[in-house]
C-alpha cells in the first residue's frame, strides 16, 4: 500500500492527476487571460507609442496624427534639442545624487538598527513612514519646508541669525532642495533592503572574522559590503529606475524651475506633450525614456536569478 | 559588556533617535497644520499648545473634495480586484510550470511595472479621446491594470514559489482535480499574501497622481489631483491643503501599519534569493 502511495507520490511530483498534458492544459488556462489582458493594457500602447513617436503629431493640428511622411524627423531632432540635452544632464545630476546618497544612508543607517536591541526594533516601522506616503503628500511637506512664510526651518535657521534663502526658486540650490526631499523620501527603502540583507548574513563569517583580529572597519568592508554586494546592486537599480521617472516632487516644488534647472527628461517629455502639445516629439523622447528603464529592468532580472521559472 | 560597547550602543540610540525625529518632524509639521486656522499657520514662533479647528476639514466635506475622496477609493478598490482575478491564476501557472520563455516574461512584468507613466499616458490620452474614456473612473480603472497586474504577477509568484507544492500534491492523490487543489488547498494557503497584495495594489493605485492628473478633469478627478488643485490660486489655502493631504495618506498609514512586515517583503521582493 505504502508503496503504491509512495510511487503515486513519485509520480503526482512529476505531474498533476491526468498526467503532464493536462496539467500543461490547466497552466495554460490560469496564464493566458493574464497575458491576453497584460498584453492589451501594455504592448499594445506601447507599440502606439512607438508609431505616434515617428509622426508629428500636435494636438492642435489633428491631419498631424498619422502622418508618417518623415518618420525620424523626431528621432533627428532630439540629436540637436539642446534643452533635451540640458534635461538630461539635469537627470544624471538627480540620479546620481540621490542613488548614492541613499545607498549611503541606507546603508548607515541599516548597521545601526541591526543591533540587537528592543527599542531599535520598535522604530524600525517609524521608517516606513516616509515611502508610504503617497508621493504627492510627501512634495506638499517639503513644499511647506521650502515656503518661507510658514516653514518652521525658515523661521528656525532665521532666529539663529542664519537666515536661508528661497531654495526651490534659487538657481544655485533649487536641484539640491529636490535631492533632499527625495533622499528624505527614498532612503528608507534602501535601508530597508540593505537590513533585510544583513539578517541574513551569516554569523560565522563574522566571528572568523573577528577572531583573525578584524576591526569594525576592516569587518566592514571585507565581510560585510562583499556579502552584501547583490542587494545593493537591485537597491540601486530599483532607485535608479524610479529616479528617472521622478515628477510628483518636481511638479509641486520647482515645476522644472527656476528656468530649467531642475527639468528633468521626464517632465521635459510631459512639458512636450501636454504644455505646447507636442505629442508626436514628447513620444520620441519617452521612447528614449523606455528603452532605458527596459536595460535597468533586464539588469535587475539578470542580477535576481529570475531568468529561470520556478525555484 | 564592555563600557567601550556600552557606550557604541548608547550613541547608537541617540543617532536612531536623532533620524527619528528627522523621518517624523516633517510629517507631523502637516497634521498639526490641518487643524489650525490660517492665521495661526502663519503665526512664528508656532504655538504649542492651540485649541485644535476642525474648520478645514469641514470645508473640504463641503466642497467637491468629498466626490474625489470617492472617486478615488472606487477606482483603486476595482482595479485591484481586476488585478487580483486577473494576475493570481497567472502568478500560479508561472510558479509551477516550465516555461522557456520565464525569462522574457519577467522581464516584460518588470518593465510594465517600471516604465514611466508618460509611457502609457500618451497613448491612453489619445485612445481615451476617441472612445470617451477621459474624465471616467473607468478610464482610470484600466490604465492602472498597467502596473497593478504586473505588481499582482510579480509578488504572487514569489510567493506562490515559496509555498511548498506537497500539499498539492496529496490533494491530488486524494482524488482533488488541478484545479480543485488550486481553490481549496493552494489559495487559503497563500491567504496572507494574497491579503498583502491586494493591499499593496490599492496603494499604489491610491498613490497615483501622474494618470489622474493627465486624465481626468472634473468628474473623476480623485483626491491627489484635488489636493494640488488648492494650490492653483493666489492666496493658497494651506490649512485646506494640509487637511486634504491628511485625508489621503491616512488609509495609506492605516493599510501600511497593516501589512508592514509584508511590506518590507513586497518591496524587496526578488532582491533577496530565499
Redesign the interface.
Not at chain 2, 106 to 111: D, E, G, T
Not at chain 2, 175 to 179: H, I
Given at each position: 500500500m505504502s508503496a503504491i502511495a509512495s510511487a503515486g507520490r513519485a509520480r503526482a511530483r512529476a505531474a498533476g492527476p491526468g498526467g503532464a498534458a493536462l496539467e500543461r492544459r490547466f497552466h495554460w488556462w490560469c496564464l493566458v487571460p493574464t497575458l491576453a489582458v497584460l498584453g492589451v493594457v501594455t504592448l499594445l500602447p506601447t507599440l502606439y507609442l512607438l508609431a505616434t513617436s515617428l509622426t508629428p503629431l500636435n494636438l492642435t493640428q489633428p491631419a498631424t496624427q498619422w502622418d508618417f511622411s518623415r518618420p525620424l524627423r523626431n528621432y533627428a531632432f532630439l540629436l540637436s534639442d539642446g534643452r533635451l540635452h540640458g534635461s538630461l544632464w539635469v537627470q544624471l545630476k538627480l540620479s546620481f545624487w540621490t542613488v548614492s546618497l541613499q545607498l549611503l544612508l541606507g546603508f548607515a543607517v541599516a548597521l545601526m538598527l541591526n543591533l540587537r536591541s528592543r527599542t531599535l526594533e520598535a522604530l524600525r516601522t517609524v521608517f516606513l513612514i516616509p515611502m508610504v506616503l503617497p508621493p504627492i503628500v510627501v512634495a506638499i511637506i517639503w513644499k511647506v519646508l521650502y515656503t518661507p512664510d510658514i516653514s518652521p526651518v525658515h523661521w528656525a535657521t532665521a532666529a539663529l541669525g542664519w537666515p536661508l534663502p528661497t531654495l526651490i526658486t534659487h538657481p544655485s540650490y533649487a536641484l539640491g532642495a529636490i535631492i533632499v526631499a527625495d533622499i528624505w523620501e527614498w532612503f528608507p527603502f534602501t535601508m530597508l533592503m540593505i537590513l533585510a540583507g544583513l539578517q541574513v548574513l551569516p554569523e560565522e563569517q563574522v566571528d572568523a572574522a573577528r577572531i583573525d583580529g578584524a576591526g569594525p572597519w576592516q569587518l566592514t568592508v571585507h565581510v560585510v559590503l562583499p556579502f552584501l554586494r547583490g542587494v545593493l546592486l537591485v537597491a540601486g537599480l530599483f532607485r535608479l529606475i524610479d529616479s528617472i521617472k521622478a515628477f510628483p516632487l518636481i511638479f509641486i516644488l520647482t515645476d522644472g524651475g527656476p528656468g530649467t534647472v531642475t527639468e528633468v527628461t521626464n517632465y521635459y517629455s510631459y512639458i512636450q506633450a501636454f504644455n505646447f502639445s507636442q505629442l508626436g516629439y514628447s513620444s520620441a523622447i519617452t521612447v528614449i525614456l523606455v528603452a532605458l528603464t527596459v536595460v535597468v529592468s533586464a539588469l535587475i532580472v539578470r542580477a535576481v536569478g529570475w531568468g529561470h521559472s520556478g525555484e | 559588556m564592555s563600557r567601550r560597547a556600552r557606550g557604541e550602543?548608547a550613541a547608537?540610540?541617540i543617532?536612531?533617535?536623532l533620524?527619528?525625529i528627522?523621518?517624523?518632524a516633517?510629517?507631523l509639521?502637516?497634521l498639526q497644520?490641518s487643524v489650525k486656522t490660517q492665521e495661526e499657520?502663519?503665526a512664528?514662533?508656532?504655538k504649542l499648545l492651540f485649541a485644535p479647528t476642525f474648520e478645514n476639514y469641514r470645508a473640504l466635506w463641503d466642497s467637491t473634495f468629498r466626490r474625489s475622496f470617492a472617486n478615488s477609493a472606487a477606482v483603486s478598490v476595482t482595479s485591484t480586484a481586476l488585478a487580483m482575478l486577473?494576475?493570481v491564476?497567472?502568478?500560479?501557472?508561472?510558479?509551477?510550470?516550465?516555461?522557456r520563455s520565464?525569462?522574457q516574461l519577467?522581464?516584460?512584468?518588470?518593465?510594465?511595472r517600471?516604465?514611466?507613466?508618460?509611457?502609457?499616458?500618451?497613448?491612453?490620452?489619445?485612445?481615451y479621446r476617441h472612445l470617451g474614456l477621459l474624465d471616467t473612473r473607468t478610464g482610470l480603472v484600466?490604465?492602472y491594470?498597467?502596473f497593478n497586474?504586473?505588481l499582482v504577477?510579480w509578488l504572487m509568484r514569489s510567493f506562490f514559489?515559496a509555498t511548498p507544492?506537497l500539499l498539492?500534491?496529496a490533494a491530488?492523490?486524494d482524488?482533488?482535480?488541478?484545479?480543485q487543489?488550486?481553490l481549496r488547498i493552494v489559495l487559503p494557503l497563500a491567504a496572507p499574501g494574497l491579503a498583502a497584495t491586494a493591499i499593496l495594489c490599492f496603494?499604489y493605485a491610491?498613490?497615483d497622481?501622474?494618470f489622474a492628473l493627465?486624465l481626468t478633469r472634473t468628474e473623476a478627478m480623485t483626491a491627489?489631483v484635488a489636493?494640488?488643485n488648492f494650490?492653483n490660486y493666489e492666496g493658497w489655502e494651506?490649512g485646506k491643503?494640509?487637511a486634504g493631504?491628511t485625508l489621503?495618506?491616512l488609509p495609506?498609514?492605516v493599510f501600511?501599519?497593516l501589512v508592514?512586515n509584508f511590506?518590507?517583503?513586497g518591496?524587496?521582493s526578488?532582491?533577496?534569493?530565499?
Open positions: - | 550602543r547608537v540610540h543617532a536612531v533617535i533620524l527619528v528627522v523621518v517624523l516633517p510629517f509639521w502637516l497644520m499657520i502663519f512664528f514662533p508656532p486577473l494576475g491564476p497567472g502568478a500560479y501557472a508561472l510558479s509551477r510550470a516550465r516555461f520565464a525569462g519577467s522581464l516584460w512584468v518588470l518593465a510594465s517600471m516604465a514611466p507613466p508618460i509611457a502609457f499616458t500618451i497613448p491612453y490620452f489619445l485612445v484600466v490604465i491594470l498597467t497586474l504586473s504577477v514559489d507544492r498539492e500534491e491530488w492523490i482524488g482533488a482535480g488541478l484545479r487543489a488550486f496603494l491610491w498613490n497622481f501622474f493627465i491627489p489636493v494640488v494650490m494651506w491643503i494640509a493631504g489621503v495618506m495609506v498609514l501600511s501599519f508592514r511590506l518590507v517583503r518591496l524587496t526578488g532582491a533577496l534569493k530565499g
